[in-house]
């Protein structure tokens, strides 16, 4: 696939991901309500896992397009939102927290922090969009703040994302018993749906609203 060069490349390469993975939800609904109750059975467990593998797959994908974009611009980390400082150098202070780093090895690493707003955001690290293989919603919010997008409108879909979609996937993915009623079909749909466009508008607008840079020096606020 193409780098997203432009707002509209970065917008049309997120909307034609979600655009298929809906469609196959839509599918797979649309064969859940029609099929005989036996088959229902196994099709609303196989619901359960397609809505959390596109939840995951939708969220990371998203996000390193997101990252990709802003690199494309190779700006300075000094005409960044802070945060892209702040990744460029979360690595290696994770590195520093499990090393045995001189004193004075740290404190040239706080230098080197303290003087590169000058240096160019050009190449996305991809460790930093790590959904672990378990998105839940702590991980979520780990992802949001490496892209600089606000976490409280998502709150409200902590419990369906941990509870009803994550757990039941992890229980079915280990071999539980576990089944979906067809009550909860629409729920689960819909939910999934609704957190994986809101995800995707937010980066839309930081893109077109350019705010991933900053008026401000990085150290200034």
């Known amino acids: 696939m193409s780098k997203p060069y432009s707002e ?24 859940i309500i029609r099929a005989d109750d036996n088959l229902r059975r196994v099709l609303l467990r196989a619901m359960i896992t397609i809505c959390y593998a596109h939840w995951e797959g939708y969220v990371r994908f998203a996000a390193r397009k997101y990252l990709e974009h802003v690199a494309l611009r190779k700006l300075q980390y000094g005409d960044l939102d802070r945060q892209f400082l702040r990744n460029y150098f979360l690595p290696r202070l994770a590195a520093l927290s499990t090393s045995k780093k001189s004193i004075t090895e740290r404190c040239a690493l706080v230098d080197e922090i303290l003087s590169s707003s000058d240096r160019r955001f050009s190449r996305v690290n991809d460790d930093l969009i790590n959904t672990k293989a378990n998105l839940n919603f702590d991980v979520f919010t780990d992802i949001c703040l490496v892209c600089c997008v606000p976490t ?13 979609l994550l757990k039941r ?3 079915i993915a280990h071999g539980e018993e576990t089944f979906g009623a067809i009550e909860d079909l629409d729920e689960l749909t819909n939910e999934t749906v609704a957190m994986m466009r809101a995800f995707g508008d937010a980066l839309e607008n930081h893109v077109y609203l350019k705010d991933y840079k900053t008026v401000l020096g990085v150290f200034e606020s």
Do not use: C, M, P, V
């Open 8 to 31: 509209a490349d970065f917008s049309t390469q997120i909307t034609e991901d979600r655009s298929w993975r809906l469609r196959e939800l839509s599918d797979l609904k649309t064969a």
């Open 152 to 164: 409280e409108s998502f709150a409200e879909k902590a419990t369906f994302l941990d509870l009803i």
């Open 169 to 171: 996937r992890n229980e």
